[in-house]
């Protein structure tokens, strides 16, 4: 997986490896599991379609789906280039290995699960793209105190030559073979450092989406919108902490402001002079709310019953 560090260079190699795939169009596999993956989906969706991209769709749960959907595609005899998008899935698992990756094939994926695998950030894997902004670095739950890069392409070498075999990280000794090179040792370690770390979640893929359709300028209220529902599914399920958050409202403020909803249109006065609420349905308005669930559409008691924030502290279950 190349790495990307912004979002209009990995849309431009997107975009230039589906017209080369002239007879398929580009496939796109978004995840079933979670309320971000359908919200980036939309917004790509807008995109190429004002970009006259053909695409297909097809939601997976497995990666047995994805072989029943473009196991020929996807094989080393074909000789046609395909070119495939993974929505929220697909980012620890090696691809060109799991889905036997044929040379003409190429895979983009916008994920915001974390780890990445490291074979998958290599700069020497050219068959898969990754979108993995600087910000995803910056503003990390789990920061790395080593070069991730440069341990991505020392494990991705060690593999193809079959210096870095399969090893059981929980029972494997800390010391090496005596004669193993030193920075063999030095890169295992800092793999098994890498992949301890945890799993946590990078910035929502569907606010990644939104922030390449205002770099392309194609961004609108109902595509902001997605991306306001994005972040609010990783705050409600508790993917990422306050402070991340915090700072992803703030951002989105800000488009918020400069799209207008600022200075929309409150009231209408009719021809005799009546006032009149003008329709509020295209305005997107920052307002601070109780953290309850669900409290525009439940009744209070219920609300507080069911949100996950009150439950554990009134042990209302």
Same mark, same amino acid.
């Given at each position: 997986?190349?790495?990307?560090?912004?979002?209009?260079?990995?849309?431009?190699?997107?975009?230039?490896?589906?017209?080369?795939?002239?007879?398929?169009?580009?496939?796109?596999?978004?995840?079933?599991?979670?309320?971000?993956?359908?919200?980036?989906?939309?917004?790509?969706?807008?995109?190429?379609?004002?970009?006259?991209?053909?695409?297909?769709?097809?939601?997976?749960?497995?990666?047995?789906?994805?072989?029943?959907?473009?196991?020929?595609?996807?094989?080393?005899?074909?000789?046609?280039?395909?070119?495939?998008?993974?929505?929220?899935?697909?980012?620890?698992?090696?691809?060109?290995?799991?889905?036997?990756?044929?040379?003409?094939?190429?895979?983009?994926?916008?994920?915001?699960?974390?780890?990445?695998?490291?074979?998958?950030?290599?700069?020497?894997?050219?068959?898969?793209?990754?979108?993995?902004?600087?910000?995803?670095?910056?503003?990390?739950?789990?920061?790395?105190?080593?070069?991730?890069?440069?341990?991505?392409?020392?494990?991705?070498?060690?593999?193809?030559?079959?210096?870095?075999?399969?090893?059981?990280?929980?029972?494997?000794?800390?010391?090496?073979?005596?004669?193993?090179?030193?920075?063999?040792?030095?890169?295992?370690?800092?793999?098994?450092?890498?992949?301890?770390?945890?799993?946590?979640?990078?910035?929502?893929?569907?606010?990644?989406?939104?922030?390449?359709?205002?770099?392309?300028?194609?961004?609108?209220?109902?595509?902001?919108?997605?991306?306001?529902?994005? %972040?609010?599914?990783?705050?409600?399920?508790?993917?990422?902490?306050?402070?991340?958050?915090?700072?992803?409202?703030?951002?989105?403020?800000?488009?918020?402001?400069?799209?207008?909803?600022?200075?929309?249109?409150?009231?209408?006065? %009719?021809?005799?002079?009546?006032?009149?609420?003008?329709?509020?349905?295209?305005?997107?308005?920052?307002?601070?709310?109780?953290?309850?669930?669900?409290?525009?559409?439940?009744?209070?008691?219920?609300?507080?019953?069911?949100?996950?924030?009150?439950?554990?502290?009134?042990?209302?279950?």
């Amino acid at each position: 997986m190349v790495r990307e560090e912004r979002v209009e260079s990995f849309y431009a190699r997107l975009r230039e490896s589906a017209r080369a795939s002239s007879l398929s169009p580009l496939l796109i596999f978004p995840s079933t599991s979670d309320v971000d993956s359908l919200c980036a989906l939309k917004i790509i969706f807008h995109i190429l379609e004002s970009d006259s991209v053909r695409y297909s769709c097809y939601p997976v749960s497995s990666f047995q789906e994805i072989r029943e959907y473009a196991a020929s595609e996807l094989s080393s005899s074909s000789e046609e280039p395909v070119t495939m998008l993974l929505i929220n899935w697909g980012c620890h698992r090696d691809l060109q290995e799991d889905l036997k990756l044929g040379s003409a094939a190429r895979v983009f994926v916008v994920d915001s699960h974390r780890p990445i695998h490291l074979h998958n950030l290599s700069d020497q894997n050219d068959q898969v793209v990754v979108l993995y902004t600087n910000d995803d670095e910056r503003l990390a739950d789990l920061a790395y105190d080593f070069e991730v890069m440069e341990l991505a392409n020392a494990s991705y070498c060690l593999h193809n030559s079959e210096l870095d075999g399969e090893e059981d990280e929980d029972s494997e000794s800390e010391d090496d073979d005596e004669d193993e090179e030193p920075p063999a040792r030095r890169f295992k370690k800092l793999k098994r450092e890498y992949y301890r770390m945890g799993t946590f979640h990078g910035k929502p893929s569907g606010c990644l989406m939104y922030d390449l359709s205002h770099c392309l300028r194609k961004n609108t209220n109902e595509l902001l919108w997605l991306a306001c529902v994005s %972040l609010t599914d990783q705050f409600v399920h508790e993917r990422l902490t306050d402070e991340r958050y915090e700072a992803g409202v703030m951002e989105l403020q800000q488009h918020i402001n400069s799209l207008g909803n600022l200075d929309a249109v409150t009231s209408v006065t %009719l021809k005799d002079g009546t006032k009149v609420r003008a329709p509020d349905s295209s305005r997107i308005a920052y307002e601070e709310e109780p953290r309850l669930m669900l409290l525009r559409e439940w009744n209070l008691f219920d609300s507080m019953l069911c949100s996950s924030y009150i439950a554990p502290k009134l042990k209302t279950w």
